[in-house]
């Protein structure tokens, strides 16, 4: 008996069928995911990226910060990222739909940024945590994304204080800055629609299937 056409349809059935699930499935939930209207606020979120924003995902990109760092909040249900104080809320698709590149990353080797924005105000904080990384920690410094220069009239406006000297100053290229706008920029603070969901407790899950299962 010839079976090829069985084992041809069955082939089929299993990639239509995987297909619909990872790729329409999420196509249909989260491509067709548009901008949130803010009546009282006047505009949308999340808010178009700017293109210094856009140019330091590029270098976020090319200098591969997303081997050790996540940006993605999980919700409490699911790990410890909110009780870190990576976010005040989980991440939710619509987060990321202005991004061109979302890196959500793999490995928690340094801490979730997905919030770091909120986290470190001051611009220079970063410059120095890009220049001189704390001493303890794994992550590397990328010193080539600083100038060295001769302080001949004044002082620019974001050397390094802790590293420029009377003489030299440490200044960021124009790669670090872009970089740093991108870093300030990781701030999910809005409160979308479905951003109110609120996990089941554990212990009220447990009630429920064992109650279950005495019937
Ligand atoms: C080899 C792993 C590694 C790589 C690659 C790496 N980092 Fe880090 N990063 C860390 C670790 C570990 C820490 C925590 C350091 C500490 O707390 O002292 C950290 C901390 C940080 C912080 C401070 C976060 C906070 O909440 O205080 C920022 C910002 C940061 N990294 C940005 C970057 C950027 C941008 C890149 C890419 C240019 C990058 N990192 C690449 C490991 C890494």
């Known amino acids: 008996m010839n079976r090829g056409p069985y ?10 069928f995987s297909w619909t699930a990872a790729i329409l499935a999420n ?3 989260y491509g067709a995911v548009t901008p949130y209207y803010d009546d009282l606020a006047g505009q949308s979120f999340p808010a178009k990226q ?4 856009a140019r330091g995902a590029q270098v976020y990109t090319d200098l591969g910060c997303a081997t050790c760092h996540t940006q993605q909040v999980r919700r409490a249900d699911l790990g410890s990222d ?23 990353g793999a490995n928690h080797i340094g801490p ?24 303890d920690s794994s992550m590397p410094a990328y010193r080539f994304l600083f100038e060295e220069t001769e302080i001949t009239g004044e002082v620019s406006a974001d050397a390094l204080s ?28 809005y409160a ?3 951003t109110n969901f609120i996990p089941p407790e554990p212990e009220a899950e447990e009630a429920a299937d064992a109650e279950e299962e005495g019937h």
């Open 192 to 194: 979308y629609p479905e």
């Open 27 to 29: 196509q249909l939930g």
């Open 112 to 135: 979730d940024l997905r919030n770091v924005g909120a986290r470190i105000e001051d611009v220079n904080s970063f410059y120095q945590i890009l220049y001189s990384p704390s001493e």
């Open 82 to 104: 909110l009780a870190r104080g990576w976010g005040e809320r989980a991440s939710v698709g619509r987060d990321y739909i202005q991004e061109h590149t979302v890196q959500l």
């Open 50 to 53: 700017p293109g210094i924003v």
């Open 7 to 16: 084992l041809f349809l069955g082939a089929f059935v299993i990639l239509a």
């Open 162 to 189: 802790v590293n420029s000297t009377t003489s030299h100053q440490v200044v960021p290229t124009e790669r670090a800055r872009s970089l740093v706008a991108y870093l300030a920029h990781r701030n999910d603070t």
